[in-house]
Each structure stands twice: as structure tokens, then as C-alpha cells.
């Protein structure tokens, strides 16, 4: 951020900013100091079922079933993000503790800032409809970006089944992915406050 940014941001009177990146990616671009913003950081989450999985562009540029295999990865991946995730938890316990407005982000701001979205738009009991269409707006957000890659890739793209949705997942979001972290809320928890 420029000076202008920063001043912009610090009018808000943030009082926490919640980084959901892992250790790696704050040491590599670190967040500009916000005054009078308590800085809230913890080593990034993986769920086990995450440990496997090539985030790479090698990984998510794959075809055929090397493509079918990583897309039900990220699967699973994604429906273990929200459970047992400490990220999650201090995330969610700052908000309670009142340390509010708050800012979180994660490195692209889709996957773990789009989960910790969605579960703190369920604590504050607003529609599943009203979440999924929020946790969309990502791909309005990204849109040149995704046309980029896949007109990029457009002859690989037309040719498999998997490919453009594990492009999808890399570069934006789907809504299947979201609707599925809520689904498995459901699977595991009676309630939605139960959870």
C-alpha cells in the first residue's frame, strides 16, 4: 500500500487486522504497519487432507485423471478447511473478544479469507443464499484474470473435463466449493450455532 492507502485504511480505525497467511508468505510480503491496528498472526492451518496436494501451476495444470484425482483433493481439502483450524478460531475469537472492525486476508484473498468469510456471515445469521452470492464475487473480482488463464489454455481447457475446474479453483472460486463447506457443516453439526 502507498501512504495515501494506508492513511485511508488507518481513517477506518481498524483495531485488528487477522493474517491468515502461513509464517512463509509474511516473511515474504509482510502487512504495512497499521496504527492503532493489533496485528493478529498464527502459523497457517493445513488439514491433513491438504498436505498432499500441488498448489502449484504443475498441480493445477493438470489433464485426464491426474486432474480428476487433484479436483477430489481439493475437494476433501475444502471441506476439512473450516473444522478444527485454530486460524479459524482465533479469527473468530478476536471478533467475539470485540476486537472489531477487522480486517483478514490471507495471500489471494479467496480460499481462507473466503471460508473465514463465510463463517462469520453464518455466525451473524445472514441467508446461505445472501453468503454464496458474497463468496462469488471473487470471480467478479478476478474476472480478467480467469479469462486470461483459460484463454491461455484454451486448447487444454476445451479438451478435458478437469481442467477448467481445477483453473476455476486456482484463480477464482466455485460455487460447488462453497456450497460444499456449508453442506459439511451440516454433515457434522445438528445446527449451524452447534457448530
Known amino acids: 500500500m502507498n501512504e495515501e492507502e494506508i ?3 488507518e481513517s477506518l480505525n481498524i483495531k485488528a487486522i487477522r493474517d491468515l497467511r502461513a509464517d512463509w508468505q509474511r516473511k515474504k510480503r509482510p502487512d504495512p504497519e497499521i496504527r492503532g491496528a493489533k496485528q493478529i ?4 492451518f493445513v488439514p491433513e ?5 500441488d498448489f502449484s501451476p504443475r498441480g493445477m495444470h493438470q489433464i485426464g485423471e491426474d486432474a480428476r484425482n487433484q479436483f477430489e483433493k481439493l475437494e476433501l481439502y475444502y ?3 473450516i473444522f478444527r483450524n485454530p486460524d479459524f ?8 473478544a470485540g476486537n472489531v472492525p477487522i480486517i483478514f486476508h490471507c495471500a489471494s484473498g479467496k480460499d481462507r479469507t473466503g471460508a473465514a468469510a463465510i463463517l462469520l456471515l453464518l455466525a451473524l445469521g445472514v441467508d446461505e443464499k445472501v453468503i454464496m452470492e458474497d463468496y462469488l464475487l471473487t470471480n467478479k473480482y478476478y474476472e480478467d484474470m480467469i479469462s486470461d488463464v483459460f484463454g ?3 486448447d487444454e481447457v476445451i479438451s478435458d473435463d478437469y481442467l477448467p475446474v481445477l483453473l476455476q479453483i486456482e484463480n477464482g472460486v466455485m460455487e460447488y466449493i462453497g456450497r460444499a463447506m456449508l453442506e459439511e457443516i451440516r454433515n457434522r453439526y445438528e445446527t449451524t450455532e452447534a457448530f
Do not use: P
Not at 89 to 96: A, E, R, T, V, W
Open 7 to 9: 492513511a485511508q485504511i
Open 41 to 44: 498472526e498464527h502459523t497457517g
Open 49 to 53: 487432507s491438504g498436505r498432499e496436494i
Open 79 to 81: 471441506r476439512d478447511l
Open 89 to 96: 478460531q482465533i479469527f473468530m475469537d478476536n471478533i467475539l
Open 152 to 154: 491461455k489454455m484454451y
